[in-house]
């Protein structure tokens, strides 16, 4: 137990070595590590959103409104489909929960009817296993006529998989316009979106960013009826403006233009009144619907909708035939820059919803960290000075072990990349409590021995022999325990488990190695022949 | 030289003898822990009741509690709890679940946060939605399930079946215990509760797991002596160690409880319970279940003479 070979020894000193090489650039702030030599490790801790301060939103598909949504749009669908000629006669079409119901009045024409609306089912591609593709509905057309069409539970699914798929890409591009802050955002689960910002106190500009659906389109506004009258006309849709109070505008149901047609957006200064506007910029193709759109409408009142709310309802003076033009609205200059950059960005396929959300001032995670480093030294100073009270000599060898296995905790941590949250700094202070422990069974088994009768040096082997088992076994239930937690837990749970896994595995390594090691010096240099422990 | 030595050599207590005593008392513990979990109830934080918390600093030293109590509560978004907590001017405030779904609790927040404008600063603002707090609570108890199944498993190879058995129930009667604790000291329990006796498991079983290993390496030693006199001798050798472990964990604990901060405190006041717990678990449940189950030592000596011949 107590003789190692050169090369063993070498290897132990090395990965100590190594890992206060590693663990020493958090010592120092950022600036000073850039300044360093390329050859020096610069790799630093990366700190959770608890100590840096930073927001943590979790949002999730709003199934229920997208579904509501479509199907209200594949009811116009459904009712083009049975104008084409020969036209096909239906009744009481209209979205049934989670589908779309008619009846064909003229049984012969239903296998027309199948024919027309199997271009509707929308294939979704080859399903993520490589299957066959799944559409998006499916069509159900009883002998009496009656025809059903909704959504199956696969093509939901599906479809939900690439909205939050299109949703992630849209906000990436949302806030890579932004600039400023560097978040990561990825999937949690089937239907959710985590956005995690660090280093941002006040999330609300954030979220008016990503949260917003950003849909633009462009309506006639029918001037004829009154908002509350009775009489509207079929295939229009009442829609209030963002004034206080809301107007209310009856516009068409069915858009001019929408936000895809646009190529480009600006926030500028209109040349008139100087204030904030949105400039933008059609596509060929847009530019000639619009065009023709204008030419035939001039002197009538145009909305701009933007998330079923109407912006700014000007009136078309001349037809506008050059595709670009401008939206304004009581913007001031920020919400006219962030209207440009969710324009460019694209809008989002359906509706985000904030499930979960947490943000942390830079102020509590600076006064975090500061308690939590006060609380860390104190710590050791107390658990190293009881460890001499008790042992004297080796109880210093488990010290310098307990710092050791501090320094590898750290130096894991910065080379895994894991973060380090508040519990994960309670991690790090209850391993050196417990690895302690590895210390003192060691210890008190070799003292049990030297009791027992055995010499010296036999003592420290036989003891040392012993207590590795139980450590053993008594880490590894532990590791299994944080092992559990990390992979399951979340949150302030998985940031305890990361560096209390980690650091029942250092304890481990400065167990069977590092303090074997020491020890096996101090009997080399010493060669006590008496115990004292 | 005399260093401190705690506890003295030689100590001779019979903790099995004592077993009719401590046993039913930790029973009694753990039985009331779950009556009053189910009647009393802890107090559970947003975490897994939904609902929103703030924390703020007011501009003003010493914040008019009563003032800002009537601002809120005049927003009509329920009862606002406002407390203040650690240095004299940050203030928390709690607001239950708004009807409505996620969206009012977002408008809600809004509200709060256009009557504050001005007066105080942010520093934290937690909002959970009603969706995400169900699954919060499933997935904790999922974690505590699969971590004393793998343990159970680990146990069970390494030692006899009733060593799995003795530390798993010595394991769930440290958390009961802990819950237990949550709803006498009625500390909020949120997630982070949920780490800290998610921790204490970890303890408890190694804290077992080394009582356990005297254990068996004790009765492999003497294959005359009754179980109970066995087990008496393991736990009292182990004694030491049980408690200079135990006293280093504590330091560290309280050091963080002192100095960490009032975002740890409750977690850390918890693990303390939770350390005491699992000592006074592992000698006082773990231990005498061996002799409940019917451990036999020819058990052990057997599979020690099968590992024997393997090895020869």
């Known amino acids: ?48 959103l608890d100590l840096q301060g930073g927001a943590y939103l979790l949002y999730e598909v709003d199934k229920q409104d997208y579904v509501q949504k479509r199907l209200r749009s594949l009811v116009g669908d459904i009712r083009k489909a049975m104008l084409e000629e020969p036209r096909i006669g239906y009744s009481g079409l209209g979205v049934q929960g989670q589908g779309v119901q008619f009846r064909v009045r003229d049984l012969s024409q239903l296998p027309e009817v199948k024919k027309r609306l199997d271009l509707l089912l ?32 696969a093509g939901l699914d599906q479809r939900v998989r690439q909205i939050v798929d299109q949703s992630i890409e849209v906000i990436g591009r949302r806030i890579d316009q932004l600039g400023t802050v560097e978040p990561s955002i990825q999937r949690q689960g ?104 204008t030419q035939k409408n001039v002197n009538r009142p145009f909305a701009i909708v933007l998330d079923d709310h109407v912006i700014s309802a000007p009136v078309i003076r001349e037809p506008i035939l050059g595709g670009s ?95 380090l949250s508040l519990p994960g ?29 055995r010499s010296a040096i036999a003592s420290i082997d036989a003891g040392f022999h012993k207590a590795l088992g139980t450590i053993l076994d008594a880490n590894v239930t532990t590791l299994i325990a944080a092992l559990v937690l990390f992979y399951l837990g979340s949150g302030p749970i998985r940031g305890f488990a990361v560096t209390h896994a980690i650091g029942v595995a250092t304890t481990m390594f400065t167990a069977f190695t590092f303090t074997r090691l020491m020890v096996a010096m101090w009997v080399r240099w010493r060669r006590p022949t008496k115990i004292t422990l | 030289m005399a260093y401190l030595r705690i506890v003295p050599d030689n100590t001779n207590i019979p903790f099995m003898r004592m077993r009719k005593w401590t046993f039913p008392l930790a029973a009694f513990l753990s039985i009331m822990s779950v009556v009053l979990f189910f009647t009393v109830g802890p107090n559970y934080g947003i975490d897994f009741l939904g609902g929103t918390v703030i924390e703020i600093q007011t501009k003003d030293e010493k914040p008019d509690l009563g003032k800002l109590r009537s601002t809120l509560n005049d927003l009509g978004l329920g009862d606002v709890q406002v407390q203040t907590i650690g240095a004299d001017n940050s203030v928390l405030i ?114 077992t797991v080394v009582v356990y290993d005297r254990i068996r390496e004790t009765l492999r030693k003497y294959k005359k002596i009754p179980l109970g006199d066995l087990i008496d001798r393991a736990i009292n050798d182990m004694l030491g160690r049980t408690v200079i472990t135990t006293v280093t964990t504590l330091i560290a604990l309280l050091s963080l409880y002192i100095f960490g901060g009032e975002v740890i405190q409750a977690f850390t006041l918890a693990m303390i319970f939770g350390v005491l717990a699992a000592i006074f678990s592992s000698i006082c449940v773990a231990a005498p279940i061996l002799i409940y189950f019917g451990l036999r030592q020819d058990q052990m000596t057997k599979k020690q003479d099968a590992e024997a011949a393997g090895k020869a």
């Not at chain 1, 202070?429 to 210890?443: E, H, K």
Request: one cysteine or more.
């Open chain 2, 94 to 207: 709690r607001m239950g679940q708004q009807a409505g779904g996620e969206e009012a609790q977002q408008a809600a927040v809004g509200k709060i946060r256009a009557a504050l404008e001005g007066e105080a600063e942010f520093r934290r603002i937690d909002i959970v939605g009603p969706r995400v707090s169900g699954e919060l609570a499933f997935n904790g108890g999922l974690a505590m399930l699969v971590t004393f199944a793998a343990i159970a498993v680990y146990v069970w190879f390494r030692f006899e079946w009733q060593f799995a058995v003795g530390s798993i129930i010595s394991a769930a009667n440290v958390v009961v215990m802990t819950f237990g604790f949550y709803v006498v000291t009625q500390h909020e329990f949120n997630l982070t509760s949920l780490a800290a006796i998610l921790t204490t498991i970890g303890y408890s079983l190694n804290d």
């Open chain 1, 122 to 153: 929308n294939p979704l591609g080859t399903s993520a296993l490589g299957g066959p593709g799944v559409n998006e509905f499916d069509l159900e057309i009883g002998s009496d006529g009656v025809v059903k069409m909704g959504y199956t539970q």
């Open chain 1, 190 to 293: 089937s239907d959710r979106i985590l956005v995690e910002a660090p280093g941002l106190g006040d999330p609300e500009r954030l979220k008016a960013l990503v949260g917003q659906t950003a849909q633009l389109t462009f309506h006639l506004v029918d001037t004829g009826v009154a908002p509350d009258a009775a009489t509207r006309k079929p295939g229009t849709l009442v829609l209030d403006s963002t004034d206080t109070p809301p107007v209310p505008y009856v516009v068409e149901e069915l858009p001019l233009l929408t936000g895809e047609d646009l190529t480009d957006a600006q926030a500028t200064f209109d040349s008139r009144t100087n204030e904030p506007v949105v400039s933008f910029r059609l596509s060929s193709a847009g530019a000639r619907v619009f065009g023709e759109v």
């Open chain 1, 425 to 453: 700094i309670a991690g790090v202070i209850i391993t050196v409590g417990t690895a302690v422990d590895s210390n003192v069974l060691i210890y008190e088994r070799i003292r049990e021995e030297f009791r027992a009768g």
């Open chain 1, 1 to 48: 137990m107590l003789h190692f070979t050169r090369w063993k020894m070498i290897a132990i000193l090395a990965v100590v070595l190594a890992g206060f090489v590693i663990a020493l650039p958090n010592l120092f702030s950022k600036e000073t590590v850039d300044s360093w030599p390329s050859w020096v490790p610069k790799r630093q801790l990366v700190l959770g």
């Open chain 1, 325 to 419: 033009g401008q939206i304004s609205g009581n913007f001031s200059i920020q919400s006219a820059n962030d209207l440009a950059i969710l324009l460019r960005a694209g809008s989002l396929p359906a509706k985000l919803t904030i499930v979960e959300e947490r943000s942390i001032g830079p102020g509590l995670g600076a006064d975090s960290i500061r308690a939590g480093k006060i609380a860390a030294v104190i710590g050791t100073i107390a658990v190293c000075a009881f460890m001499v009270m008790t042992y004297g000599f080796l109880g210093w060898l488990a010290n310098i072990a307990v710092i050791v296995n501090v320094v590898l905790i750290f130096a894991v941590v910065t080379l895994l990349g894991a973060t």
